[in-house]
């Protein structure tokens, strides 16, 4: 199950989607493994805090997007899946000339 935190917004439909959750599922039936699921944030560390940080594209769209009253969210993480294929296909032996 995933937390409230990992979950992106679907903007048109205003409501909340699990992304990583669909990529995982699509991932399993395309025969491959999750080995973990991580949350890289979008901050930078100066040594003694944390400080949030987007990027000068996205803060710009975002605020531009919020003038013509359209909703936007300003993203402070990134979702990091890890996964593996579940079969490995059997060596392909090579013919020596």
């Given at each position: 199950m995933?937390?409230?935190s990992s979950r992106r917004t679907s903007i048109e439909q205003r409501r909340?989607?699990?992304?990583p959750a669909l990529v995982t599922?699509?991932?399993l039936a395309a025969d491959f493994v999750l080995q973990e699921r991580r949350v890289a944030p979008l901050s930078r560390w100066d040594?003694?805090?944390?400080?949030?940080?987007a990027t000068f594209l996205h803060l710009?769209?975002?605020r531009t997007l919020r003038a013509r009253g359209a909703f936007?969210?300003?993203r402070a993480?990134?979702?990091v899946l890890a996964v593996r294929v579940?079969?490995?296909?059997?060596?392909v032996a090579l013919a020596s000339t």
């Open positions: 995933s937390s409230a909340l989607v699990d992304f599922r699509a991932g040594g003694h805090r944390l400080h949030p940080h710009t769209n975002t936007r969210v300003l993480h990134e979702d579940a079969r490995l296909a059997p060596a």
